[in-house]
């Protein structure tokens, strides 16, 4: 059973290798070899899910070893896998919603040329995915890391023909740099620490190493989070990510990569149990993200992007919770999952409008949408009332966990940070109910301009309909999860016994009854909602965005993260950069420069003794021979 | 000549050596030397193939010989690497390791493991003697890259009748295995005389094999002339060093020959009381040495190495390049480790200097070259100045990380000839390094391929050539030879100067007008060239089960 592991790093691996190599000939039936080895790493999964849930205690835990890469004395670079609780949520998560989002894609690249190495591309993510989660070592880890970060990149820019997804493209590489070398940087630190990247002995002896380097450790592994999950401050490459094809908006910018930094900070917990300050600094992450995210989200006209911001204003939740200690892990990964359902669900819905709008992303020229594309409408509505937390629906049971645990920290602390989740719930009811309103309610504001702009370009008029079935299927299945899944983790608690093997987990003291939260929650809930109403239910959406206050207008420009970032970041930088390459010009050129130059001419030289004469090469070689005995003889001293 | 034929000889010789002049006179009994032939069964079994290939080549019609040589070829050599690898499964190569054929043969871990890499070598290069689709079909017969008629002179009717009628040279397939024979030998030899014998034996098949080009015959013939002139007075110098070390210990065994330098055997009588017996020694012991170097292309003992291979036919050059390097450093390492491991700080400086100088000068000379094969050439120096460097740590880490070198650089060197031989104009192969201007655009394939096995050389991890690399540096630092790795890191930084440019004016640079164009092979030269790359990645990705392999396969016996 052990060595099924690395089955399940290995279909979608082979799948990226087939459809990456095999050329045109691949292109009929290309994104079938790529769904098939999906849905073979989803059984392996399910196989090894119904193995594990048949052992109990420790034994759950099953480990694989691969090869090791060139050992060098102590520095063991393991190809393992460890596959306990955690790893198979995330397993099933992957591989589950990956098969859905593989098949829907079917349907809505069919028109694209390059369908199959998108295909290709999306294995590769599979592939790099798994194996962040199973790898039993923070370097594997990494590799995976690295790996889940070149597919986004690859898929964020898959139609580079477009300047602005290349430029987003580069743009979420170049921020996760940032993070990716907190990742490096920690995964150093720990080596020279602890002297292992092994899971196992980093967090048993993690107590072991000084606090400074333990807050050193936690604070590098959020650089590394924020950067992955699009936390602030590296949160501002998400945005423009949405320029990629919507199926990977929904798999990777928002069910599954985007939350490798939960996993991270969560499969670090000893760690960061350890160091406080940095477990601190994780909650005001959270928090601070929370808000940021679903204030933007409040203000886009672009549906893609206002589910981005919501993505992040949700992470911001599943941060906080891992912050919290082991008050929060399970809730961060059980809203993890749910979130995994309803917010690919959404995206899958919004690709849906999309695709029946001609690719309009505007919610202005949207409206009444609903008796065009009834399933996209009912399977979109249920992830809505999921993600704002409506009773009984996925998003209430795992969210409000999180309000309560925020709540328990204690102190002025909980008070704060409960605050602030508490507050984020309203947001999000108010921008999700936004978003539902401006696309399927109120008047059509479509096809309305083609004949107001006279001498334009003649757009053609857009024919809503509903998408075909390979889209349908696997936003009706995604509408299930989000409807279902919280109640199901919850009854008997079975999720958190479930993780807390892993994990670990103490409840926390509520300052007031969890009734009070709870009814707290929903008042919210009712005023985001009403507010929403209000402002988008009752008047009319204007076609034109209104000038908007202050705050709004900063909130469209993404709160001045990319002026921010400018003026604090690039310019610097550029200097930086001019003066680096005036001294590479002037020293380094010089130095490299000349050694070449006297290597040439050396060579130029030597190149003449090899004249073409055979008695010249005797010669030398009886010279070399003359020379060689007497050096010997000498070192002898004879 | 087959291997039972030499030992006889040779125990016959050292039988009345050893014995006393009086009894030499009065025994007239013949003893029959003891052959263990199953433990010797691939060598034989290579020998024999050969010997059916010339009886091929005598009775069968031109017609079917080709099939048939190739056939006989390729079952013969993946037989003897399955008798290889019974023989290593079988314990031959750790714990029933011993000395064969009265003492002449050595089967143990080193030798299986060299000769294991060398018929794999060799199974590939007769891939690509073998492949017939790269020259236009010469009045409607397939052609190979070898000259239609060895024995006709160059440009005279003789020939132009030769290649009109479609002649062949099948002969090739019988001369690679008399070469490969002689290289399975080479690396197990325990004697000095079964060296030269077997030295004797690879060596005579690659002369011809060199001088067999179908194109530039001339350039051909005057490479395996220089080749064969500087390798016997190579020859010459190794048997001399021979007779010194009989001289001086009274026996060409090697455990012999040990004994006497550890002390704990005796001086030959005559020459105890002598005062140079050192001299003898050192002097002999340098001279083998040197018979040795010139195999593996050591400065100053490399001249021969670029004008050979540039005028060998290519896949000969490639085969020559792997297989021989294999067989000579075998040869090199069991001479040092086990016959003159007393006198390693006599040894150790001096091969210190030969390993610098070969890294540096291999590596600085390549800068400048404009021919592919030339390139690879000196290329090949520089790679024998790495594996020098991993032979002076004088430890089992050291064996085992030039065992693993050798295997990988190998392939990779296989792989990289072949590719050469598909980059073709009107001329034959295109070898000038210009003409390869822009060969990323036309055949992103080929070139694609070419650079992997460039980065490979450079030693650029990932590939075979940074595990290989890493071995050995790893194993002469060890040994307390830092200062050589240094060089050697150098070195490679220089070398990788050439292997990118090459890569550059492949990818980077606009394709010239009237450029060459890729021949497409049949599955012979594709599958030589896969098993090149899938060695190399497999190699460099997940090199720690042929590192533990080449770790088991380390101890000489003795």
């Known amino acids: 059973m052990d060595h099924l592991i690395g089955a399940l790093v290995g279909a979608p691996l082979l799948g990226a290798g087939i459809l990456l190599t095999g050329g045109r000939r691949l292109d009929r039936i290309g994104h079938w070899i790529g769904c098939l080895l999906a849905a073979v790493s989803f059984a392996i999964g399910v196989l090894l899910f119904a193995d594990m849930l048949g052992k109990s205690g420790a034994a759950r835990t099953m480990t694989s070893h691969l090869f090791s890469w060139v050992p060098v004395a102590s520095f063991q670079a393991n190809v393992s896998f460890q596959l306990d609780q955690l790893s198979m949520t995330f397993v099933l998560l992957i591989t589950g919603v990956g098969t859905l989002i593989h098949i829907y894609s079917v349907g809505y690249m069919e028109y694209d040329e390059r369908r199959r190495q998108f295909f290709g591309y999306l294995n590769l993510f599979l592939a790099a995915m798994l194996l962040l989660v199973l790898a039993d070592n923070y370097l594997l880890l990494y590799v995976g890391w690295e790996g889940v970060g070149l597919a986004s990149y690859l898929l964020i820019g898959f139609w580079q023909h477009k300047p602005s997804a290349a430029t987003a493209a580069k743009k979420a590489f170049i921020v996760n740099r940032v993070g990716d070398m907190g990742l490096s940087i920690a995964v150093m630190v720990m080596f020279t620490t602890f002297g292992t990247f092994t899971f196992g002995p980093v967090l048993a002896h993690a107590t072991s190493a000084s606090q400074a380097k333990l807050t050193g450790i936690g604070l590098l592994l959020l650089l590394g989070a924020c950067g992955k999950s699009a936390q602030v401050p590296l949160q501002s490459w998400l945005g423009d990510a949405m320029e990629g094809p919507t199926p990977v908006s929904a798999l990777i910018h928002a069910a599954t990569m985007v939350t490798a930094g939960v996993y991270l900070i969560t499969r670090s917990g000893a760690i960061f149990n350890a160091a406080p300050t940095a477990q601190l600094a994780v909650t005001v992450v959270g928090a601070v993200t929370l808000l940021f995210g679903a204030i933007v989200g409040c203000a886009k006209d672009d549906i893609k992007k206002a589910l981005a911001g919501s993505t992040m204003s949700q992470i911001g939740y599943m941060i906080l919770a891992a912050g919290l200690g082991p008050i929060g892990y399970v809730f961060a990964i059980m809203h993890l999952v749910t979130h995994g359902f309803f917010k690919a669900g959404l995206f899958l819905g919004a690709g849906s409008v999309m695709h029946g709008m001609n690719d309009e992303v505007d919610m202005r020229k949207y409206g009444g949408l609903r008796t065009y594309m009834p399933i996209t409408y009912v399977t979109f509505g249920l992830g809505y009332l999921a993600i704002i937390g409506f009773p009984g629906l996925s998003g209430y049971w795992s969210k409000d966990k999180i309000i309560e645990a925020a709540f328990a920290k204690g102190g002025t602390d909980g008070w704060i940070l409960g605050g602030v989740a508490l507050l984020g719930a309203g947001i999000t009811a108010f921008y999700m109910t936004r978003v539902m309103l401006m696309t399927f309610f109120g008047d059509k504001r479509w096809g309305r301009e083609a004949a107001q702009e006279p001498g334009g370009v003649a757009q053609p008029q857009p024919h809503p309909h509903e998408a075909p079935k390979t889209m349908t299927i696997p936003m009706i299945i995604l509408a299930f999860g989000s409807v279902f899944a919280g109640g199901l983790f919850s009854i008997n608690s079975s999720f958190l016994h479930w993780l807390q093997p892993v994990t670990g987990h103490t409840e926390g003291h509520l300052p007031v009854s969890a009734a009070v939260i709870q009814a707290a929650t929903l008042v919210v809930l009712a005023i985001g909602l009403g507010l929403a109403w209000r402002q988008y239910g009752r008047q009319a959406v204007p076609a034109v965005a209104p000038r908007g206050s202050l705050l709004t207008r900063a909130a469209r420009r993404d709160l001045l993260q990319d002026d921010f970032n400018h003026v604090a970041l690039v310019k610097p930088g550029e200097y930086l950069t001019r003066g680096l390459v005036y001294l590479d010009h002037s020293l380094v050129d010089g130095a490299v420069n000349g050694t070449a130059a006297s290597v040439g001419g050396l060579s130029g030289r030597l190149r003449r003794l090899q004249n073409g004469y055979v008695r010249s090469y005797a010669v030398s070689m009886f010279g070399g021979a003359a020379l060689l005995v007497a050096a010997t003889l000498l070192m002898r001293g004879v | ?558």
């Open chain 2, 1 to 558: 000549m087959t291997t039972a034929t030499a030992v006889s000889i040779h125990s016959l010789w050292t039988t009345l050596a050893d014995s006393t002049p009086g009894a030499a006179t009065t025994s007239t009994a013949f003893q029959t030397p003891k052959v263990e032939y199953a433990q010797l069964s691939p060598i034989l079994i290579v020998f024999g193939a050969a010997i059916l290939g010339v009886l091929a080549e005598a009775f069968l019609p031109r017609r079917s010989r080709y099939t048939a040589q190739l056939a006989i070829s390729v079952i013969g050599l993946a037989a003897a690497f399955a008798a290889v690898v019974a023989l290593a499964a079988d314990g031959y190569a750790s714990t029933k390791s011993h000395i064969a054929a009265m003492g002449a043969v050595a089967v143990d871990g080193p030798a299986l493991f060299l000769q294991g890499t060398i018929l794999l070598v060799a199974l590939v290069a007769a891939f690509t003697f073998a492949e017939r689709r790269l020259d236009p079909a010469a009045h409607g017969n397939r052609v190979d890259s070898f000259a239609a008629q060895g024995s006709a002179v160059p440009g005279s009717e003789q020939e132009k009748a030769a290649v009109k009628a479609g002649f062949t040279t099948t002969e090739i397939f019988p001369l690679l295995l008399f070469a490969v024979g002689g290289m399975l030998v080479f690396p197990a030899a325990n004697d000095l005389l079964t060296l030269f014998v077997s030295l004797e034996v690879f060596s005579l098949p690659l002369y011809l094999l060199c001088a067999l080009s179908r194109r530039h015959r001339l350039m051909s013939q005057e490479s395996a002339v220089k080749y064969f002139l500087l390798g016997a007075f190579s020859s010459a110098i190794l048997l001399f060093g021979v007779a010194l070390l009989y001289g001086y210990a009274g026996t060409v065994s090697y455990g012999g020959i040990a004994d006497v330098v550890g002390g704990t055997a005796k001086l030959t009588p005559a020459l105890a009381n002598s005062t140079a017996t050192d001299a003898l020694l050192l002097i002999g012991g340098a001279m083998v040495v040197i018979g040795l170097l010139f195999k593996v292309a050591a400065v100053p003992f490399h001249m021969w190495t670029p004008d050979v291979y540039q005028g060998a036919p290519t896949p000969v050059t490639g085969f020559m390049a792997a297989a021989t390097k294999v067989a000579a450093f075998g040869a090199l390492l069991r001479l040092l480790y086990v016959v003159l491991p007393g006198l390693r700080w006599d040894w150790r400086p001096v091969m210190w200097a030969v390993a610098i100088l070969t890294m540096v000068i291999g590596a600085i000379i390549a800068v400048t070259q404009t021919d592919v094969k030339r390139l690879l050439a000196y290329s090949s120096i520089a790679h024998a100045g790495f594996i020098l460097a991993g032979v002076v740590a004088v430890s089992p880490d050291g064996v085992s990380s030039v065992l693993f070198y050798l295997g990988a650089y190998s392939f990779v060197t296989l792989g990289a000839f072949a590719v050469v031989t598909l980059v073709r104009d009107a001329g034959g192969e295109a070898t000038h390094l210009s003409r390869w201007a822009g060969l990323g655009r036309r055949s992103p394939l080929v070139a694609a391929v070419f650079a992997v096995y460039l980065l490979a050389f450079a030693g650029i991890p990932l590939t075979s050539g940074f595990a290989g690399k890493f071995a050995v540096f790893k194993a002469a630092a060890e040994g307390g030879a830092l200062p050589l790795v240094i060089i050697g890191v150098i070195s490679s930084a220089i070398a990788a100067f050439f292997y990118i440019r090459v890569i550059v004016l492949m990818f980077f640079s606009e394709p010239q007008p009237g450029a060459p164009s890729v021949a497409i092979p049949s599955l012979l030269t594709s599958s030589a060239i896969a098993v090149g790359v899938a060695v190399t990645l497999v190699l460099g990705v997940a090199p720690q089960y042929f590192l533990d392999l080449a770790g088991k396969a380390s101890v000489f016996v003795r």
